[in-house]
């Protein structure tokens, strides 16, 4: 991405370029974690990384472990801001 951005680059467009949807789950992987809406849901008051990987597992039980979870995470949240 270069700078200045583009005057007809929208916030929508932005933000898909930012934090691009996370590939689905191969046959025999576990289901990703949704790292665009984690990064986001963090802004929040009260909400942690254990709390997100709480619902997590909830919706995926065959899903990653704790931490696994947050390396995953520290991995994306890196690569997205260098």
Do not use: C
Request: net charge negative.
């Amino acid at each position: 991405m270069n700078w200045p951005l583009p005057p007809s680059l929208d916030d929508a467009a932005l933000e898909k370029q930012l934090f691009p949807p996370s590939p689905p789950p191969s046959a025999g992987q576990r289901p990703q974690p949704d790292y665009a809406t984690i990064h986001k849901e963090l802004k929040g008051p009260n909400v942690t990384l254990q709390l997100l990987w709480e619902e997590y597992k909830q919706a995926h039980p065959d899903g990653y472990s704790y931490s696994r979870f947050s390396e995953l995470y520290g991995a994306w949240s890196k690569a997205v801001w260098i």
